[in-house]
């Protein structure tokens, strides 16, 4: 069975961090470019940040950039996203996806999807 499994969400305070993985079982992740979406309540699923295939290129949201790093294992097959400086609007469900071409921030384009992580800043 082919799927993303997500980790690591949970209940911090503004300004805290928490480090996401993905991590793949029935295939190996290091031919896909892996994307973030997030979800938050009463709004449209956005991309957050993507790694290509090999780690060399990322992308990142704006609103996300120095705050939130995208890295990769591929011996372990897994994709993280660490997130510092949290803030109450990075509240939302963390999906991971994946991609077998390159990064994109057009979430049809994805092949694999994760069930989502919550992710709940507030004090």
């Known amino acids: 069975q082919l799927q993303l499994v997500e980790s690591g969400g949970g209940l911090v305070q503004p300004g805290g961090s928490l480090r996401l993985s993905c991590a793949a079982s029935?295939?190996?992740?290091?031919?896909?470019?892996i994307g973030w979406f997030r979800q938050a309540p009463g709004k449209e699923r956005e991309g957050v940040s993507c790694?290509?295939?090999?780690?060399?290129?990322?992308h990142y949201v704006d609103s996300v950039k120095g705050r939130f790093t995208i890295s990769r294992d591929n011996a372990k097959n897994t994709v993280y996203l660490q997130m510092n400086s949290l803030k109450p609007e990075d509240t939302a469900v963390y999906y991971c996806?994946?991609?077998?071409?390159?990064?994109?921030?057009?979430?049809?384009?994805?092949?694999?999807w994760g069930q989502g992580t919550q992710v709940t800043v507030s004090s």
């Open positions: 996806a994946a991609d077998p071409e390159y990064c994109s921030w057009y979430d049809n384009e994805y092949e694999y």
């Open positions: 029935g295939f190996t992740l290091d031919v896909y470019a």
């Open positions: 790694i290509n295939h090999n780690g060399g290129n990322t």
